[in-house]
């Protein structure tokens, strides 16, 4: 997500730097779930228990860094839709399952 935010102003860098960490934080928990519930639920198992919870952890996140950069510069638009995850297949694990990762922001 990173790399689709506008010019971040010095006086919005830790507030947005932190933000985005916590982007990060949700997607490695997200991935760590995804990797040890192989095989639980059934077919909407990804979607209602890991992706959708996700979503809404995310869902504010953008915003909090178009504030960030909104009391000191120009407030950005259309963050929110960076929020918003789903799987990529990887097909670089030995295993004879594709294991499923969720793409970094």
Do not use: Y
């Amino acid at each position: 997500m990173a790399d689709k935010l506008p010019e971040i102003p010095a006086a919005a860098k830790a507030e947005v730097d932190r933000n985005l960490a916590l982007l990060e934080t949700q997607i490695q928990e997200a991935n760590n779930r995804l990797a040890n519930s192989a095989g639980q639920g059934g077919p909407n198992f990804v979607r209602n228990a890991i992706l959708g919870p996700l979503a809404s952890k995310r869902g504010a996140t953008p915003d909090r860094i178009a504030i960030a950069i909104g009391r000191v510069a120009e407030r950005p638009t259309g963050l929110g839709r960076l929020a918003t995850c789903n799987l990529n297949n990887s097909d670089d694990t030995p295993s004879p399952r594709r294991r499923q990762r969720l793409p970094h922001p």
